[in-house]
Structure formats: structure tokens, C-alpha cells
């Protein structure tokens, strides 16, 4: 991978090999000179420039500088992802795509945040507009976007798009905002970050769909109950919840309420709640259930608070209700659910 300032020092380095070098290519005759990262892209008059020669002296500048050739075949040259043909009048252009090229982008249906989805049709678009092209070129490329939007489910259809320039204090204003990334686990999520619209707060979605915890092996065990996390305990007379976090095992976290029932002690809410109430207390599969795995920490504690909020709404919980506040988010979840 390389340290992280190596691509400003490889930067700087051809930057200083190009300016230090560029006055011995104009005595070449070349007519005119252009680059993007490592590729360069050359015009000269082939009558009074000869490229191998010019290619023999850029690959002995550097023992670590070696430069490959490719000159233009039958009028055409492909650079980036553009195609130059040249003509008796004129240069044209065309959008150049690779033999490998496949129409595939995130499908339209796939649980990605929406900004991503539509990074790629948007830079398809503006590129189709950016570029001189011919009317039929125009066209034909229009085909081939219409079909990576058919083929990806898209519904949408590209319009002639009008420039948008930013004035300066947009751009000041812009360069002030704060930004939030959220971690984009469906739709729920877009709900939830359109709260933040009306504050200066910028939104920024990642998400966990990525190559290494996809092909991470996880070692699942059979037994939910060893597990930590969020569970709640409901009572079998009247249905009501008592929902609790825990960073040991589920089976603990049971026996312990089953002893405060037994023993009638004070240190469980819901064996509390069982006596008061002369209700029964019953087995761990009738009565326990758990909502969500994780270790201790400050998304634990989150999903404590969201399960215990949602079944405050439902009118059906046992815990203390000064320990209950108003959420809007998690409001916004629980409607989300419901719709």
C-alpha cells in the first residue's frame, strides 16, 4: 500500500521531471502537450518528429521512469476515455470504452445510499454533455446510457442538462459546513438524515456492504443466549415488556431474574412487577427474547434506548418512565416500520 504521503511525493517528482524536461521536447517540434497522472498525450508533425527517438530519451531520464508508445491507428487514437479521429480539417471526438467494459453500476433495487446509486449516472451524463460530440455520436452514446439505466433498473430518462455555475458565496458557505457520515443500513436512514436538512450540517452515508466483510469468515455460535446485547423479558399474564442491556450472557442476565422472582428480592424491575401483580415467570424460550447482539459501548447503548422507546410507544413496557425521553429518530424509524 505505501506510506500515505507517497502519492504526493510521486506527484512532485514527475511534476519536476515535466517542467525540467519540457523545453527539450519543444526543440522535438512537438506541437503541443498533454498529461492526466501517467498518461501523456502528444501532437507533433510526424514529417519532422521522430517519436522513437523522443521515447528513447524519456525512458532515460530515470532508472524508475519507463515510458510505452502508441501512436494512432488509422486516424484514431484512443487517450482516457475519449477517441481523437483526425480528419483532413478537423480533430473529432468520441467516448472510448475498453473491450472489458461491462454496462454494470449499483443497481437501482440494491440497499446502497441513493447519492451513491446515482454518482455513476450522473458522471455518465455530464460526460455525455461535456464532450463536442457529433449529433450521431451523440446519439449513439444516448443509447448505450439509456441501456446501462434499463439494464440497472433505473427509472429515470437523461435531459439536456443547463450549466450550473456556483457563485463565490455559495462556494464560501459550502466550505464551512460541518459533515456527518451515517453508516446507510436501508431507507430508514435517508428518513432520518432528511431531520438534519434544517441545520448547516452536510450528510455523508458509508456503508458496510464492503469486500472485506464480505468474504471475513464470523464465527456464528448455535446458542443465542451466550451472546451479549439487548434483550427483553415479557411477562406471560399480560404481555408487557421489560427490555434491558447486558454485556455478559442472555442466560445470566435470566438466572438473575429468575432468583429476584424466587427470593423476592428488589434487584429485578420485571420480577418486581411479577409479584406485584401475582403473574407467573416462565421459562427462558417462553419468556426471553433477544433484539440485538453486540458488545457494551455507545451503540449498545443506543439500541437500548430505541427498543425500550418503541415498545414506550406501544403502551406495553415495564421500565421506569423517567428514563424515557422524546426522540424524534427514533420516531421516525418506528413510522418507517410501520409504513
Request: hydrophobic share 35%; net charge positive.
Amino acid at each position: 500500500m505505501g506510506a500515505p504521503s507517497s502519492n504526493i511525493i510521486a506527484e512532485i517528482f514527475l511534476q519536476h521531471t515535466k517542467y525540467a524536461h519540457m523545453a527539450h521536447l519543444t526543440h522535438k517540434h512537438i506541437i503541443n502537450y498533454f498529461h492526466y497522472v501517467d498518461d501523456i498525450l502528444l501532437i507533433f508533425n510526424p514529417n519532422r518528429t521522430d517519436v522513437q527517438a523522443i521515447l528513447k530519451y524519456l525512458n532515460a531520464l530515470h532508472p524508475n521512469l519507463q515510458f510505452m508508445v502508441e501512436v494512432e491507428r488509422d486516424n484514431t487514437l484512443n487517450y482516457l476515455d475519449i477517441s481523437i479521429h483526425k480528419t483532413p480539417n478537423s480533430l473529432k471526438t468520441s467516448i472510448h470504452r475498453k473491450p472489458t467494459f461491462t454496462d454494470s453500476i449499483i443497481p437501482y433495487m440494491f440497499s446502497h445510499p441513493t447519492q451513491h446509486k446515482y454518482a455513476a449516472v450522473k458522471y455518465l451524463f455530464n460526460r455525455l454533455n461535456s464532450f463536442d460530440l457529433q449529433e450521431k455520436e451523440y446519439q449513439r452514446e444516448l443509447n448505450v446510457f439509456h441501456n446501462i439505466l434499463y439494464n440497472n433498473s433505473f427509472p429515470m430518462k437523461p435531459q439536456k442538462q443547463t450549466a450550473h455555475t456556483k457563485t463565490q458565496q455559495q462556494m464560501t458557505q459550502t466550505s464551512k459546513c460541518k459533515w456527518a457520515t451515517f453508516t446507510y443500513v436501508g431507507k430508514e436512514m435517508s428518513y432520518i438524515t432528511n431531520i438534519f436538512r434544517r441545520i448547516d450540517l452536510k450528510i455523508a452515508f458509508q456503508t458496510n456492504h464492503t469486500t472485506g466483510n464480505l468474504l471475513s469468515h464470523k464465527n456464528l455460535t448455535p446458542d443465542e443466549v451466550s451472546l451479549s446485547g439487548v434483550y427483553k423479558l415479557i411477562c406471560p399474564d399480560c404481555n408487557k415488556a421489560y427490555v434491558r442491556q447486558t454485556g455478559r450472557r442472555f442466560s445470566i442476565c435470566y438466572n438473575e431474574h429468575k432468583k429476584a422472582f424466587q427470593y423476592v428480592t428488589h434487584t429485578s424491575s420485571f420480577a418486581q412487577h411479577l409479584h406485584e401483580q401475582a403473574h407467573s415467570f416462565g421459562p427462558i424460550d417462553n419468556i426471553m427474547q433477544v433484539l440485538h447482539h453486540h458488545k457494551k459501548g455507545a451503540h449498545l447503548n443506543t439500541m437500548e434506548r430505541f427498543y425500550i422507546h418503541a415498545h414506550y410507544v406501544a403502551n406495553n413496557h415495564l421500565n421506569d418512565n423517567h428514563s424515557i425521553f422524546p426522540n424524534i429518530i427514533f420516531d421516525t424509524l418506528l413510522k418507517t416500520h410501520r409504513q
